[in-house]
């Protein structure tokens, strides 16, 4: 009888660390569309589902190489994502920024934004340090490569990051502490 109470107990003790361990997010992609659920962390994995924008989704892993593994709610089959479209919040419903007669406009923005992607190389990912000319100053990471992209955190000088991906004038960055995924300019940053 007891070893039944400890086995019990013991499967208990599992389920809630598991359920502990996955934490709630959401898909936001920059377009409004859905993200790509790969089977593996890489755009060499194949494509497995498509996760549409605003779906809560439950991570159950840390990040590598710029993806992070998923969790549908109330699914069973793990997908990875790229981690810049998950988000801690509920992202409001989509709206582009400007439409004419149904096609997108380009703006000089999208347009550094993507020049900034056009030139984006995958890095073995390595550890840099937040750097600012005044000690006062803050770095901010932004959702993408642009002065005017949605700020994500702001760091003081002396944090260190990772980088995961390294563009013209910006490189992608995770925070090893709290996960997040975003941009900073690569001069706010030293090896």
Not at 88 to 110: L, V
Not at 147 to 163: D, E, H, R
Request: net charge positive; glycine share 10%; proline share 6%.
């Amino acid at each position: 009888m007891r070893k039944r109470i400890l086995v019990c107990v013991t499967a208990m003790l599992l389920v809630l660390a598991i359920c502990a361990s996955a934490s709630a997010a959401w898909i936001k992609t920059g377009n409004g569309k859905p993200a790509n659920g790969r089977g593996g962390p890489g755009r060499n994995y194949p494509l497995i589902t498509s996760v549409a924008y605003g779906r809560e989704v439950v991570v159950t892993g840390g990040s590598k190489n710029g993806y992070t593994p998923i969790m549908l709610p109330g699914g069973s089959d793990e997908v990875w994502v790229l981690s810049r479209f998950i988000v801690n919040s509920k992202p409001g419903k989509y709206t582009p920024s400007s439409k004419t007669s149904g096609k997108s406009t380009s703006s000089s923005a999208q347009n550094a934004i993507y020049t900034e992607f056009k030139a984006a190389r995958w890095v073995i990912p390595y550890n840099v340090t937040t750097y600012h000319k005044r000690s006062s100053g803050t770095i901010n990471m932004r959702w993408a490569p642009a002065k005017n992209a949605p700020l994500i955190q702001s760091y003081g000088p002396g944090t260190t990051l990772s980088v995961l991906c390294e563009l013209k004038d910006w490189v992608q960055v995770q925070d090893p502490e709290t996960g997040k995924v975003g941009f900073i300019r690569h001069d706010f940053l030293q090896r």
